[in-house]
């Protein structure tokens, strides 16, 4: 997969935003994928992994929100 960064230098050098566009899927999917296992469940304590899953969460739809707003897509506060 390739690194955000590189993917927004390529769709802009190219003039190809489907090129961002479907970077977003991939990286929105690989969260759903991830999901799952980013919260505690029932009585069990938020461990170092957690916190760690929840920033990559956190950072993947800082990702999402601001690849959306270039190509002139308002992202929903919440899903």
Do not use: F, M, W
């Amino acid at each position: 997969v390739e690194a955000h960064p590189a993917v927004l230098d390529a769709a802009a050098r190219h003039r190809a935003p489907d090129r961002l566009a479907r970077h977003l899927v991939r990286t929105a999917d690989a969260l759903l994928d991830l999901q799952g296992s980013v919260l505690p469940r029932g009585d069990e304590k938020p461990s170092a992994a957690h916190r760690a899953r929840l920033a990559l969460a956190e950072a993947a739809g800082t990702v999402l929100a601001g690849g959306l707003s270039l190509l002139g897509i308002s992202a929903p506060e919440y899903l």
